[in-house]
């Protein structure tokens, strides 16, 4: 290995580091990161966890906020090829209104449930200081298309005319309580609850006429 360096995204990667590595050490955070939080897991405890020296995990991230930065970007690329691919069949079989707002609401809510560890480790980044302006101006270019895709939505009058900020409080929102309070043992998450539970996100963000509306 040599002393040279690329840039890869918001951290720094030495040239002849192995990919596998490195996803081990990501893995690793995502695990602990979740089981602990986000403040109580230690570079050490992620070295150990991944079976990597701990110095052999310095040369893939420079420090612990480099770390969930990068694991951030990569959380959220999975989810973003997750519902990609729901929303692409929806597409192609002409769902619109409601119809389409479920392809898309039930593809977000499935993979938050599914991956309760990714779910977790969102939800903790966000509600901290931890990610730098770099991997936030990465979050807004993933999100450039479906920010246009809800504009062009809102226009057609397929929306409310809502701020997005509360467009996606009132779509998300509930799929992180939900998420939260499986993971507490509080409630099953049925079919039913999540029908139950689309029809209020229909009523606030659907115009009247598409709150009932099938098609």
């Known amino acids: 290995m040599t002393d040279a360096t690329i840039e890869h995204g918001p951290t720094t990667t030495h ?18 990161i979740a089981r602990l939080g986000l403040h109580a897991a230690p570079m050490s405890a992620v ?35 997750s519902m990609a691919a729901d929303a692409e069949g929806a597409r192609k079989e002409g769902a619109i209104g409601r119809a389409g707002l479920w392809a898309f609401w039930h593809g977000l809510a ?14 903790q980044c966000k509600s901290s200081a931890i990610l730098t302006e770099e991997t ?13 895709n809800f504009e062009q939505a ?6 409310r005319d809502l701020p997005l900020q509360v467009f996606w409080a009132l ?19 049925t079919d039913d609850v999540l029908r139950t539970t689309f029809d209020g996100v229909c009523r606030s963000v659907l115009p009247e006429r598409d709150v009932t509306t099938q098609g």
């Open 171 to 189: 779509v998300a929102g509930p799929i992180f309580l939900l998420a939260q309070m499986r993971d507490a043992g509080e409630m099953e998450i």
């Open 47 to 81: 070295a150990r966890d991944a079976g990597v020296a701990a110095g052999t995990l310095y040369l893939y991230f420079p420090s612990k906020e480099a770390m969930i930065n990068a694991l951030y970007l990569e959380v959220l690329e999975d989810r973003d090829r």
């Open 15 to 32: 040239i002849g580091a192995s990919p596998d590595k490195r996803q081990a050490i990501l893995a690793a955070a995502l695990r602990l």
């Open 136 to 148: 936030r101006d990465g979050e807004r270019r993933m999100n450039a298309e479906g920010l246009a």
């Open 154 to 159: 809102v226009a057609a009058g397929r929306l």
């Open 110 to 123: 499935r993979w938050h449930l599914d991956h309760p560890d990714a779910s977790s480790f969102l939800w």
